[in-house]
């Protein structure tokens, strides 16, 4: 069984930064990319920012040169660096991983989500 935990949002003040954390366990032989979504009141789920096979990243314009992924294999953990927070950024924060399992099957997987807000 392949599960994702996501950890480290909150409140934080306009500019300020948090590190969101996922963390991933089960039986995975491989793992082909993990991003981060986010999703405001009222509005669609968005990515955020992925990295894949290659250490590739891509970002959201709205978050560039702002916020970075990066990824730990051994911890099997992906992490999401925010610096310079607006509350424009208010959102509800989810983890994603595209995984192959040890039958073969390639497989995406959701975290529950965690909430980080901006604001005075």
């Known amino acids: 069984q392949v599960q994702l935990v996501e950890s480290g949002g909150g409140l934080v003040q306009p500019g300020g930064s948090l590190r969101l954390s996922c963390a991933v366990s089960?039986?995975?032989?491989?793992?082909?990319?993990m991003g981060w979504y986010r999703q405001a009141p009222g509005k669609q789920r968005e990515m955020v920012a992925s990295?894949?096979?290659?250490?590739?990243?891509s970002y959201a314009d709205s978050v560039k040169g702002r916020f970075t992924i990066s990824r730990d294999n051994a911890k099997n953990t992906v992490y999401l660096q925010m610096n310079s927070l607006e509350p424009e950024d208010t959102a509800v924060y989810y983890c994603?991983?595209?995984?192959?399992?040890?039958?073969?099957?390639?497989?995406?997987?959701w975290g529950k989500g965690t909430l980080v807000t901006v604001s005075k």
């Open positions: 994603k991983s595209v995984v192959r399992a040890p039958g073969g099957d390639v497989l995406d997987y």
């Open positions: 089960g039986s995975i032989f491989s793992f082909y990319a």
């Open positions: 990295i894949a096979g290659g250490s590739r990243t």
